[in-house]
Nanobody, 119 residues
Framework: QVQLVASGGGLVQPGDSLTLSCTAS????????LAWYRQSPGKERELVAS???????TYADTVKGRFSISRDRAKNTGYLQMNDLRPEDTAVYYC?????????????WGQGTLVTVSS
């Protein structure tokens, strides 16, 4: 069984930085693709950043130049480095990963971690 756990959220001030982590545990062979989404109250969940198996990345226009997605393959962990945070970045952030186990390849969601940017 695979679990995906997101962590690292918190309350920060505008202009601060924060790094989110997303760790896969269980019978994980590797993570093919990784993505971070976010959802603010009253809004739909939106894609923030993605990282594919070939290490290609995409970013939402609203975070380009401020956020960076990466992973540590040995630790089965993905990261979202967030710099120059703004109040409009306030949201629950979710990680999504396409994970290969010994017998299957499936998509998994982390539980969400709250990021609040406020002065």
């Amino acid at each position: 069984q695979v679990q995906l756990v997101a962590s690292g959220g918190g309350l920060v001030q505008p202009g601060d930085s924060l790094t989110l982590s997303c760790t896969a545990s269980g019978r994980v062979l590797n993570i093919h693709d990784l993505a971070w989404y976010r959802q603010s109250p009253g809004k739909e969940r939106e894609l923030v950043a993605s990282l594919n198996s070939g290490d290609g990345t995409t970013y939402a226009d609203t975070v380009k130049g401020r956020f960076s997605i990466s992973r540590d393959r040995a630790k089965n962990t993905g990261y979202l480095q967030m710099n120059d945070l703004r109040p409009e970045d306030t949201a629950v952030y979710y990680c999504n990963a396409r994970i290969r186990t010994l017998f299957t390849t499936n998509d998994y969601w982390g539980q969400g971690t709250l990021v609040t940017v406020s002065s």
